[in-house]
């Protein structure tokens, strides 16, 4: 069957990246109110492991093979818990309230439970095709 322009595989239609895609831009407008002093460390490192979520996830659905897709998926968890440590650490430091703290760190879970399930996805339809 040939493949038409609908047929693409197009990361912006997935809950996941749309997710990842808000919670970077709240980090992002977040980490504006960090003091100057972090703008070459804590600010930059947690906006650099925030926005590397979606970009794998994107990455990662534009392979062909569904084992380098998982091997996106993973390097995307990865992130997220990187951006929870990085959290953490502004909570700890004052950078941001204890209420933001929650609802990024809830956001970070919550992405973290869909990356889950779809890696358990790509693994079934590996299962149910045999290739790799």
Known sequence: MKK???????????????KSKELTNRIYEITQKFPTHEQYVLTTQIRRSCASIGANIAEGNGQLFPNKQIQFLSISLGSVAETRNWLDLA???????EEDFVELDEKCTEITKMLLGYVKSVRKQIENSNIE
């Not at 038409?4 to 749309?18: A, C």
């Not at 909570?91 to 309230?97: A, L, N, P, Q, V």
């Open 4 to 18: 038409t322009v609908n047929s693409i595989k197009d990361f912006k239609t997935l809950k996941v990246w749309q």
């Open 91 to 97: 909570k700890e430091c004052g950078y941001i309230s």
